[in-house]
């Protein structure tokens, strides 16, 4: 990123505005504390120098009451590792899986901890769906490469105490879950060893002991040597409990149907001590705080062995902090603002403040050398310094607001960038834009070191002093990307290998690391002499949304051509005549009218009625779209489409999609310009109509039009005015019922058209499934319920003549490969006698079960309920699964009316 001088001017302007501290609402903000309530937390933290690090596998395993509790009500540094992104998992709220529901769940876990008060970590770890024991899981991540992931964190966070949230043993079900109880442990008993784990092998970090290790123990009875800790403390200053604030943190998992009621009154989260290394006569049960036996001041940093140079540098701080939390902050905050600069520059003596290294611009101030501390004072001082530059924020009334015209700045382009200081507070103050920093998001690489840097970029402008209730604007520049963007989820370039992604922030919190484009400002308050701190403020585009209001989204450098298809993957009948439509949709970030010519590349047996199409996009935002027609036939396989868009000379052959929600941060997913078309061997019936019924994360519809079939989309309102006689068949996607008040309402019409001769295929579902009146036939699941893990697990036939295995296709062992993730989920422990068995499937070492097809005559029709994990494999293209469930529509159809 640079910034261009156009004419170089300071403006001011005297206007002040009722704004929070940095930047308004921005999309994806949660209601978090400001003014007085946020100053108090931060003043009363400077005098708290511990941390805690929550380990567990996923998003929403975390313990956000206790994460909250110590965040927010003892002002405790506290983290979250999570060593997967929850790409595996399922998705409540939209179609989005894998790689984009990864990115939606990371996001959703920066929401939460927006709210509670935490910093997230991630290791390299890729959720591969659902596993059974840790020795499977291991099997697909590198034990060695996910715990020096974890040391790494360990090293770097330096955690006093580690919570695991699982206990590392089977009874932790999920094998993720087992697996992070025990690499949490191996990380607190070898995270000191550095022949182990070499500093090279952790991006430069020596070793780090931690002091105590916990587990989760929710589960304890009242009489077991637990820690409990009452999460349901109410605070007067935030008017809520803590335990309310943590339901609100945990409400922002809303892929994962997480929303829950704000509890008031006292509630209790347990841990249980594993280990400690400072308090060993003290049994656990008998521990009235995760602290005991340890020091928790900042005096415990001045010892015997403790030079006297750094003794006076602590006792100053300590005189510092005391003197800050004495003022009268609450009524007046101005008061707190000396202090405060002062403690900034006692915590700068130790190291703590940020370098600039800003070439022609001096150094935010000359202090001392910097003495040689240990690794825990270090780390506490850098939290208490930018604790102590929050507050000086917060107290001085200070706001800083960056933003530029539109949204998205195109390669080569650039945007003009406008900066505002507001003194809404009761004293001058100094200001400085020196410069402005693009994060290009350092990532510890999978060996140590750092990948990426934070190129800081002269802004040739005098320090401004601003008057109270008065702002100053600088304005005349301009912002630009001059090499290739960096801009979406950066764990997902370069593509993951296996199991493992290649990139993962170990050095510095998610937060820190997904913060997009900043501008820092130098800021010095409080007087003379004041100490000079930095603030960074995100550049945004702020606009009005007529619904929303004040609405502010982050700067992203984007293609000046974004090159997209419709879908990544796409099925097609084999050795069939093939006509389709495929639309290729060309997007502008350029400001510049452009003239884009369009092209395809395709597969041998295909050919377009174009050679090429142009399309002319007149500006920024603008999008067009070039339909070309595909004809001919393709042998059985995957073959592959792509698209090329030419303009000014250059070729365009990638761009993104955009994920939003109103809970999160935008987001953009990247990928080529291409569809893989799976041509699959399979017979259809002819003129079958099929209604279908959308599930949970469902993109299986499209891809059964692809196949021939003539489907509709059925919107479970509407089944009462719906003919349903005029469909072969009905579909209701997995988990449909569980997600759509209507469908379970309006069921008892869908079994009435069964009982009149209909077909009606039903995918998984959970719980919800063993209640009356949804299945025509009871079933139980046990619990937790049985599913097959192993894609790759065999497949029984337990009838040979069944027709959903012979009709119109010939079902064979084959169709069961290349399946993704799943074989089945939550299949049925038992089932009434009505329904037929036709497969029987089971996960090494375990009970074979005969619920992955149950087919039931029901009236003069027929019912089918399958656990197969259909809702993975038709959108990924895998052609077995498109011959079986076509053969699962046809369950009544007329053997006569078949198409080849």
């Known amino acids: 990123m640079r910034i261009r001088n156009i004419r170089g001017t300071l403006i001011g302007v005297a206007a002040a505005m009722a704004a929070t501290f940095a930047l308004p609402r921005p999309v994806g903000s949660q209601d978090v504390t400001h003014g007085v309530p946020q100053l108090d937390e931060t003043i009363s933290s400077l005098s708290v120098p511990m941390r805690v690090l ?13 994460i909250t509790w110590l965040a927010r009500g003892r002002h405790v540094e506290t983290a979250y590792l999570s060593l997967t992104r929850g790409d595996g998992g399922q998705n409540l709220l939209g179609n989005e899986l894998g790689d984009a529901l990864g990115a939606i769940r990371t996001e959703e876990l920066l929401a939460a901890r927006r709210i509670d008060g935490g910093r997230q970590y991630f290791t390299r770890a890729y959720d591969f769906g659902f596993s059974k024991t840790s020795d499977e899981t291991f099997r697909h991540w590198p034990r060695d490469s996910i715990l020096r992931d ?5 090293r770097s966070f330096k955690p006093h105490v580690i919570v695991a949230m699982f206990s590392g043993t089977p009874r932790d079900g999920h094998g993720h879950h087992q697996a992070s109880g025990i690499l949490a442990r191996e990380a607190y008993d070898i995270a000191g060893d550095t022949v182990r784990f070499p500093r090279s092998a952790t991006a430069g970090l020596g070793g780090w002991t931690p002091l105590k290790f916990y587990r989760g123990a929710w589960s304890a009875a009242a009489t077991d040597p637990v820690l409990r800790i009452n999460v349901g403390e109410f605070n007067a200053m935030l008017g809520r409990s803590y335990a309310e604030i943590a339901a609100e943190s945990r409400s922002q998992h809303k892929s994962q149907a997480f ?32 602290f005991d036996g340890i020091d928790t001041t900042w005096a415990r940093f001045r010892t015997s062995t403790t030079s006297p140079e750094v003794a006076r540098v602590v006792d100053l701080i300590q005189t510092k902090v005391k003197q800050v939390q004495s003022t009268p902050y609450l009524r007046d905050p101005a008061s707190a603002v000396q202090p405060l600069s002062e403690l900034a520059g006692a915590l700068a003596q130790l190291g703590a403040a940020p370098d600039s290294n800003v070439p022609g611009v001096a150094p935010a101030s000359a202090p001392a050398p910097r003495l040689k501390v240990s690794d825990d004072l270090l780390r506490t001082a850098s939290v208490a310094y930018r604790r102590t530059v929050n507050a000086i924020a917060l107290a001085s009334g200070v ?9 998205h700045v195109a390669t080569a382009d650039s945007a003009p960038l406008t900066v505002t200081v507001y003194n809404r507070g009761r004293a001058p103050v100094q200001a400085d834009p020196s410069y402005i920093v693009q994060c290009q998001r350092g990532r510890s690489s999978p060996g140590g070191g750092m990948r990426g840097n934070e190129p800081p970029v002269l802004w040739s402008d005098s320090t401004a002093t601003i008057l109270p209730d008065s702002s100053r604007t600088w304005r005349g520049f301009e912002c630009a990307e001059s090499e290739r963007p960096v801009d979406g989820p950066y764990w997902l370039s370069p593509p993951r290998r296996g199991d493992m992604f290649a990139k993962a922030s170990l050095l510095e919190s998610e937060n820190d690391a997904t913060r997009g484009a900043v501008v820092r400002v130098r800021l010095t308050a409080g007087g003379t002499p004041g100490y000079p701190v930095e603030l960074d403020a995100p550049v945004v585009y702020r606009y009005a949304d007529p619904l929303r209001g004040d609405v502010s989204r982050p ?3 984007v293609p000046e051509l974004s090159v997209t298809l419709d879908r990544a993957v796409e099925y097609a009948p084999a050795r069939t005549p093939l006509v389709r439509q495929l639309r290729v949709e060309v997007r502008s970030a350029a400001t510049a009218s452009r003239d884009v010519r369009v092209s395809l590349r395709l597969p041998n047996g295909l050919r377009a009625d174009s050679a090429a199409r142009s399309v002319t996009l007149p500006g920024y935002g603008a999008v067009r779209s070039a339909t070309f027609t595909i004809r001919g036939e393709l042998p059985p396989g995957r073959h592959t489409i792509s698209a090329v868009a030419e303009s000014n000379g250059r070729p365009y052959t990638s761009g993104y999609t955009a994920i939003e929600y109103d809970h999160i941060r935008p987001q953009r997913l990247y990928r080529d310009a291409a569809v893989a078309i799976e041509a699959v061997d399979l017979k ?9 019924i959308q599930g949970v994360g469902d993109n299986s519809l499209p891809m059964l039009q692809q196949l021939g079939l003539r489907v509709t989309a059925l919107n479970p309102a509407d089944i009462p005015k719906t003919d349903l006689s ?49 299945m025509p036939y009871s079933i139980t699941l046990a619990r937790p319920a049985d599913r097959v893990t192993d894609e790759s697990s065999p497949m029984r036939v337990l009838d040979p003549k069944a027709r959903v295995l012979g009709y119109p296709n010939a079902v064979t062992e084959s169709d069961f490969a290349g399946w993704i993730q799943d074989r089945t989920l939550y299949m049925p422990r038992t089932h009434a006698n009505e329904y037929a068995g036709v497969l029987s499937t089971n996960d090494p070492g375990e009970t074979p079960n005969d619920g992955p097809i149950l087919v039931a005559k029901y009236g003069a029709g027929t019912y089918v309920y399958t656990t197969l994990a259909f809702f993975r494999q038709l959108p990924n293209g895998v052609p077995g699964a498109a011959r079986l469930f076509v053969n699962l529509l046809a369950a009544k159809a007329p053997e006569k009316a078949v198409v080849p």
Request: aromatic content about 6%; cysteine-free; proline content about 5%.
């Open 54 to 66: 929550v380990i567990a596998a996923h998003p929403d395993d975390e313990d956000t009451q206790l």
């Open 150 to 154: 974890v040391v790494t964190v360990v």
């Open 259 to 290: 929303g829950s009621i704000q509890p008031k009154g006292t509630r209790f989260t347990q841990v249980r001590r594993e280990a400690t290394r400072v308090n060993e006569s003290e049994a656990p049960g008998t521990e009235k705080s995760l």
């Open 399 to 407: 706001a800083v607001e960056t933003t530029i015209p539109r949204e």
């Open 555 to 557: 700067l992203a450098f």
């Open 684 to 692: 259809v019936p002819a003129d079958a109509v099929i209604a279908y």
């Open 726 to 774: 005029r469909f072969n068949a009905i579909v209701v996607g997995s988990r449909a019922y569980e997600s759509n008040d209507a469908l379970v309402a309006n069921n008892a019409a869908l079994l009435d058209y069964v009982k009149q001769g209909g077909t009606m295929v039903v995918q998984y579902g959970q719980y919800e499934m063993t209640k009356p009146g949804i």
